[in-house]
């Protein structure tokens, strides 16, 4: 099994970050079958070389390693545990009969979700590794992403060039849930960030100082970043269709306090997420923060 994981990759989860992750393995030449509840979303896949799985137990039969991409804990869940889901269809194949296939779930959930699932696979002697990312889509696209790992440290070096074509940097950082307590920690500073550039313009402009004046001097200074840089045309276009939909940054921060984030700023980031969410922001961009401190309606 050393090498199954270097060719036959079977992936679930065809959403803003999925597709483009799936063309640039297709591109290095991996073999790809691809599940998603909406079959039409892998018509563009299919054409650049994807073969397509009717369930995600099914993919077991062309893939050695299955990576999932999904919105939230409940679609992992149900992907594993489901009637034609991943526990089921390793399960299929005997006692042991999958012993070194990987399964690498490479979104944002609780660390107690990827223990409670690599638990599961590992009685059938299936490997599990918590990959989260750092990144939104052009980064997807550019295989720029940012990958944080937990898990066996031996299935992760087994599991390298598959990350090494789908992100700049990869950190093995231990035991399983590792790579999701990282994810939360860096989406809590980026919900930091946000928070804080909203702030400042709202700040600014309540004592006569214009947004895209205000929005110049943070690009010029050193509080500037690349997260405050990207959005601040956003924010001057008013244009908030979501690159990471503000729903998934506030359930990110509700995951992170599950996990005991407990310092003031972040109990307040917290509160103003759910809040603009609670408001209707929560399929725009996470840039929306923005408005949503202004008062306008969603």
Known sequence: MQN???????????G????PMVKNLLKAGFEVTVYNRTAAKAAPLQEAGAKLAVSPAALWETADTIITMVADDAALQQIHQGKDGLLAGAAAYGPGARSGATVIDMSTVSPATSRDLAAKLAAGGVDYLDAPVAGSVKPAELGQLVIMVGGKKEVYERAAPIFEKLGKAQFYLGQQGS????????????AFNMQGLAESVLFASEHGIRPEAMLA?????????AITKMKTANILQANYQPAFALKHLAKDLRLAQGQGLHTPAGEVIHDSYQQALVEGWGEKDISAIFPFLMGEKA
Request: no cysteine.
């Open 16 to 19: 803003n970050m999925g597709v």
């Open 217 to 225: 001097i943070i690009g010029e200074s050193a509080v500037a970043n």
């Open 4 to 14: 199954m994981t270097s060719k036959r990759i079977g992936w679930i989860g065809l």
């Open 179 to 190: 790579g999701n307590n990282a994810k939360l920690a860096i989406n809590t500073l980026l």
